[in-house]
């Protein structure tokens, strides 16, 4: 490892439960830093991931990753799990099957069995953090988030969310870079949803480049047009991101920037409360956004 003599490992999991994969795309595009910034060329001094297990790009396949699974399960040191995908609960699991040395056993099962021996859990996604598309209504498969799994079996196990559907790379690496420098985030560094205040401390709607179209009753009212995206069914105002400041493809673009209203897809409340995706949300349900009572315009409650 050249530079390794002070180095420490830190073995890691990545477990697919109920996932499109978008998530480990998501992270694998990350352009400053990237995954190999991470798990290759150890650009957090003194700190090296050691990515043991990750079906989407391991070389190895069958029993051969199987094996390594196995053998970074039994490192004494224990390891931390990444878990990307919502955890199918219902029929006894059996909507979702995991492979595991020798037998085949349920996501579930594989997931709990994974986090007993896990120093920290990173819920990567909505769907690993909320539940998300694989949650939703009518969620015949039973699925939760990896939090709700791990509380229903009694297994207390520090997760951090890192939820977007998909989520920024940053958000991953910039969370797991701060854990290994400076360890797990305490309680004043994560918010309500158990997200890193870092990434997720600030509505969407408040570092929007198009605030002051909103601001000025500016409404496009046709998908292309200028203006605030709020009457086509934007929930930047209920959602708690950075992305208009950070973007998306190394810093390009954003969904609002591109013409898309913002789908609120890091909350607890997304996809059944933010569906359809072009509805508008009630006003009075929009914080700090009242309508006037003599004008009947839409006004910002300033913060103290
Ligand atoms: S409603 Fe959406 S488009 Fe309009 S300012 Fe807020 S975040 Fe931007
Ligand atoms: S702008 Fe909204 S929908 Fe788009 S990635 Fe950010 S939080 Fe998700």
């Not at 056993?105 to 539940?131: D, F, K, P, Q, W």
Request: proline share 8%; charged share 20%.
């Amino acid at each position: 490892m050249g530079e390794g003599d002070d180095m420490t490992e830190h073995p890691a999991i990545w477990f697919q439960a109920s996932a499109c994969s978008g998530c480990v795309v998501s992270v694998l595009n990350g352009v400053a830093p990237n995954i190999r910034d991470l798990i290759v060329d150890h650009r957090v001094p003194g700190h090296h991931v050691s990515l043991r297990f990750q079906p989407t790009v391991m070389a190895a396949a069958g029993d051969a990753a199987l094996e390594i699974l196995a053998a970074t399960e039994e490192v004494k040191e224990g390891y931390v799990l990444v878990v990307e995908g919502a955890v199918p609960t219902g029929a006894g699991g059996l909507f979702g099957y995991a492979a595991k040395r020798g037998a085949q056993t349920t996501m579930h099962a594989r997931a709990l069995e994974l986090a007993e021996n896990a120093l920290a859990i990173v819920a990567l996604g909505t769907c690993s953090s909320y539940g998300g598309m694989h949650a939703a209504e009518p969620n015949p498969a039973g699925c939760v988030s990896i939090g709700e799994a791990l509380s229903g079996a009694g297994i207390e196990k520090p997760v951090i969310n890192v939820p977007g559907c998909p989520p920024h790379p940053d958000w991953f690496t910039g969370t797991v870079a701060h854990a290994l420098l400076f360890g797990l985030p305490g309680p004043d560094a994560v918010d309500t949803a158990g997200r890193p205040k870092r990434f997720y401390g600030r509505l969407v709607h408040d570092l929007c480049q198009r605030r002051g179209d909103f601001e000025a009753h500016k409404f496009a009212e046709a998908a292309g047009e200028p203006g605030c995206l709020y009457e086509l069914g934007c929930k930047g105002p209920w959602t708690h991101a950075d992305c208009p400041e950070r973007e998306f493809n190394g810093g390009v673009n954003w969904c609002v920037k591109a013409g898309s209203p913002c789908q609120g897809c890091v909350e607890p409340f997304f996809p059944d409360v933010s569906c359809p995706i072009y509805a508008k949300i009630g006003l009075l349900e929009l914080p700090r956004i009242v309508r006037d009572e003599e004008s009947g315009e839409l006004v910002a409650v300033r913060r103290p």
